[in-house]
């Protein structure tokens, strides 16, 4: 059973920094590919940024040059590290992966980016 969770999220200024983790079970981390997707009320949950098993990444252009995925395999953890977060980066944030065509998701964890 494939199991993800989480952590990192919080209240933060504008142009401020948070790093976002997901500890993932009952994969073989190291050949999944992960990702990290945020949603807003009353609007469809939107990819934000992964990361392949080779360690190719790709980013929402949203979010380009401000955040940065990685994973560090033997650890089983994904991180998404957020710097220059402005107010429409407020979101619930979810961790991502897909074993066999079926996906699954981590509880979330609210970022909020507010003075």
């Known amino acids: 059973q494939v199991q993800l969770v989480e952590s990192g999220g919080g209240l933060v200024q504008p142009g401020g920094s948070l790093r976002l983790s997901c500890a993932a079970s009952g994969i073989i981390f190291s050949r999944n590919a ?67 065509g079926a996906d699954s998701w981590g509880q979330g964890t609210q970022v909020t980016v507010s003075s």
């Open 34 to 100: 992960m990702g990290w997707y945020r949603q807003v009320p009353g609007k469809q949950r939107e990819l934000v940024a992964a990361i392949g098993s080779g360690g190719i990444t790709n980013y929402a252009d949203s979010v380009k040059g401000r955040f940065t995925i990685s994973r560090d395999n033997a650890k089983k953890m994904v991180y998404l590290q957020m710097n220059g977060l402005k107010p429409e980066d407020t979101a619930v944030y979810y961790c991502n992966t897909r074993l066999r």
